[in-house]
C-alpha cells in the first residue's frame, strides 16, 4: 500500500500499481485511477467519500494536457486521478508536478488554516505547481 495519510503528502514518487493498455478513451481508464490513487484526488488528496458529488467529483486529469500532448491522451502514465476543481484549476499548464517523478510532500503541504468551502489548503513550497489549490 502506498504511504498516503490523511492531510499529509506521499514522501516518496507515486509508483503505479497498475499499466492498463488499449483504451482509446481515456474515461475508461477512470476505475484504474480509483484505484491507483486510492479514491482521493492526487494534487489537494481530498476523498471521494468528503466530496459532495462522490466520485461524479472527480475525473482523469491529464498531467501533459491533451490539447498540446494528444499522443498521449490515453496513455496511462500521464493520467492521475482528481477532484474535478484541481482539474479545472488545472486547465491546460504544463510544468505541474508530476506525482509519479518527485514526491509531493517534498513541494507542498496541507496547512489547517482553511479557505472558504474548505477546511483547509495546500501550500506550496517550491516553485512547480504555481497555479494549482
Ligand atoms: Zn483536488
Redesign the pocket.
Known amino acids: 500500500m502506498p504511504d498516503l495519510q490523511p492531510f499529509a503528502y506521499p514522501s516518496r514518487r507515486h509508483l503505479r500499481l497498475h499499466g492498463p493498455r488499449g483504451y482509446s478513451n481515456p474515461q475508461h481508464f477512470k476505475p484504474w485511477l480509483r484505484d491507483e490513487f486510492e479514491f482521493r ?6 476523498r471521494e467519500r468528503w466530496h459532495p458529488e462522490g466520485d461524479a467529483g ?1 475525473g482523469v486529469e491529464h498531467l501533459r494536457p491533451q490539447s498540446r500532448s494528444p499522443e498521449l491522451a490515453a496513455d496511462y502514465d500521464n493520467l492521475f486521478y ?6 479545472a ?1 488545472k486547465q491546460d499548464l504544463e510544468g505541474i508536478l508530476n506525482p509519479a517523478a518527485a514526491p509531493l510532500a517534498d513541494h507542498l503541504l496541507v496547512s489547517s488554516d482553511g479557505v472558504p468551502g474548505l477546511p483547509y489548503r495546500v501550500v506550496q513550497k517550491a516553485s512547480p505547481l504555481e497555479r494549482n ?1
Open positions: 484526488c492526487v494534487y489537494c488528496l481530498i472527480f482528481s477532484c474535478c476543481r484541481c482539474n484549476a489549490t
